[in-house]
């Protein structure tokens, strides 16, 4: 993982593929590798961007899934 100016970009070095996340998908890790639940998360993500806080809880779950799945991001 390194972070860039627009957010960070994630290697998988078994596989070779590259993820690129944006600012938010760069703070959803950050706090997660912080010790923050993903409830706690969304929580932060809701008060910094309230227009979008129906979709916060359900994003950060989504993204955190997809992490998972490429074997980046570990429970």
């Known amino acids: 993982m390194t972070e860039t100016e627009d957010g960070m970009v994630f290697l998988n070095k078994r596989t070779g593929r590259y993820w690129q ?3 938010t998908g760069s703070e959803v890790v950050r706090l997660l590798l912080s010790g923050e639940s993903v ?10 961007y309230p227009d979008a806080s129906d979709q916060t809880v359900s994003d950060v779950h989504t993204l955190v ?10 429970r």
Not at 42 to 48: G, V
Not at 65 to 74: E, G, N, S, V
């Open 21 to 23: 996340l944006n600012g």
């Open 39 to 48: 409830e706690s998360t969304a929580s932060r993500l809701r008060e910094k």
């Open 65 to 74: 899934q997809q992490l998972q799945a490429a074997k980046l991001l570990a």
